[in-house]
């Protein structure tokens, strides 16, 4: 678009800004009608009764906001307050949406299994559906009932510099029912969000939703995103294939306690992966004080998690949902948990074992896990459940435990343990343990080193 169509498109705008009506209506109707060159919304806060859409067709759009702040009314009703929906290379940045969520919150049950979320959750702060190039910079969204932001069916989509603030909203038992944090479904491809910040989200805070009928989410990046107070997962990865989760940081994982969704085994994670995920990574992220699971590879294999470090400084009885620092598992009927390189990481404090291994053909190689098994397990037995099993005693008061499975039994041989430190309560004589079907001559165990030490309960 040249330089002179840019101009009239931007006058354009200005004009139908400052026209008659309330700010509401004249907004609708500039959005409702420019189908392309720039949108500079109004100073001060806007009020929207019903969401705001864009012209049909529209391309090559900017929409700047200028101390512009979109509320949802007390009377909202609609997908989202912004819905970007077939249209081709916008730019969003620089604007605050406030979802009013004291006011328009109401109970609502998780997505069952193979429903969009799209269409299930309302409420939205913005909603993106079949847009084909997106930038959104330097967004603050605070207070949104369900998603700040919800991308689906979407490709190149890149957000930086978002602020996320106390979203989300509950079942009618009171637990975080997922909402709440940035999310990509139905295939989004060729996506990323770096440098945000997300505090105080009720369920899981970014994420790609794992939706079996659906395209794989495909070539994302999450990177250096920092997150504190996240009631579910901070981050998951599900169904998708080439996604990178790098430097990020967090703390207070599965905080406030009462609103983790231990109904629906919501586990709190800090990264969490779901689906059919391949050939992906998980490198050098920073996690503390995570009430439940470091890491979780529930359908992860050929792919690599390296460097990463969680801290849990405190006793087994200050984190209730507390489980396995790492599981590898295989509920996807399409997923093998194999060839998963597993290296470098620091666990440092897990209210069970270090590692739940399962599959063939991985590497777990110079891993330090350090004050494993701070519930005592099976010591304290009846006090922090230490038997998951009965008729596998063994496998949380281990270091690393190696099965055949939970869900799905696998053939488990080929991998390779080697040069892992593991420390904790009796991990010099429960180091490494096979559980029933898996012989230790099938996997190769060497240079690992063993030790006590006390257990903070």
């Not at 604007?95 to 998780?110: T, V």
């Not at 700040?148 to 509950?170: C, F, M, Y």
């Not at 969000?193 to 794989?216: D, K, M, Q």
């Not at 596998?392 to 053939?411: D, F, K, N, Q």
């Amino acid at each position: 678009m040249d330089q002179s169509a840019v101009g009239v498109a931007t006058l354009l705008a200005a004009v139908l800004l400052a026209g008659c009506g309330s700010s509401e209506a004249r907004l609708r109707k500039t959005l409702g009608s420019q189908t392309t060159g720039i949108i500079r919304l109004p100073r001060g806060t806007v009020e929207v009764s019903t969401e705001l859409t864009l012209a049909p067709g529209a391309h090559d759009l900017e929409i700047v906001g200028n101390e512009t702040r979109l509320k949802a009314a007390d009377n909202f009703k609609g997908r989202a307050v912004l819905v970007l929906e077939n249209a081709e290379r916008i730019h969003l940045h620089s604007l605050d949406i406030d979802g009013n969520r004291d006011k328009l919150a109401k109970p609502l049950e998780m997505a069952p299994p193979e429903n969009v979320f799209r269409v299930w959750y309302p409420s939205n702060g913005v909603l993106v559906n079949r847009v084909a190039g997106l930038q959104i910079e330097r967004l603050r969204l605070t207070n949104v009932v369900n998603f700040p932001i919800l991308v689906s069916q979407s490709n190149h989509v890149r957000i930086w510099g978002a602020t996320v603030e106390d979203s989300g909203s509950k079942n009618a038992r009171g637990r975080n029912n997922l909402s709440g944090g940035i999310l990509f479904e139905e295939g989004t491809s060729t996506f990323e969000v770096t440098e945000s910040t997300f505090r105080g989200i009720l369920g899981n805070a970014l994420w790609t939703h794992s939706l079996f009928r659906a395209p794989r989410q495909q070539d994302g990046t999450f990177t250096n995103n920092h997150f504190d107070t996240v009631g579910r997962d901070a981050i998951q990865v599900g169904h998708a294939t080439r996604v990178r989760v790098e430097g990020n940081t967090g703390v207070n994982v599965g905080f406030p306690t009462g609103i983790v969704d231990i109904e629906n085994l919501g586990i709190p994670i800090a990264i969490d992966t779901a689906g059919n995920v391949d050939r992906s990574e998980y490198i050098g992220n920073t996690f503390e004080e995570v009430n439940g699971q470091c890491i979780d590879l529930d359908g992860f294999h050929d792919g690599a998690v390296r460097g990463n470090r969680c801290t849990n400084r405190k006793t087994a009885a200050d984190y209730p949902h507390g489980s396995f620092a790492i599981a590898i598992g295989n509920t996807h009927p399409d997923t093998h948990s194999d060839n998963i390189e597993l290296s470098g990481n620091i666990i440092d404090g897990s209210k069970f074992g270090a590692l739940f291994l399962m599959g063939s053909r991985n590497r777990i190689t110079g891993n330090q896990f350090l004050r494993m098994n701070l519930a005592g397990c099976n010591e304290n037995a009846k006090q922090f459940g230490c038997i998951y099993k009965p008729d596998e005693p063994a496998m949380l008061e281990s270091g690393i435990y190696v099965s055949r499975g939970a869900v799905r039994l696998e053939e488990t041989r080929g991998n390779v343990i080697q040069g892992n430190r593991i420390s904790g309560h009796q991990m010099k004589s429960r180091c490494i343990r096979f559980g029933p079907g898996v012989s230790p001559a099938w996997n190769t165990v060497v240079d690992n080193t063993c030790s006590d030490d006390a257990s903070l309960r």
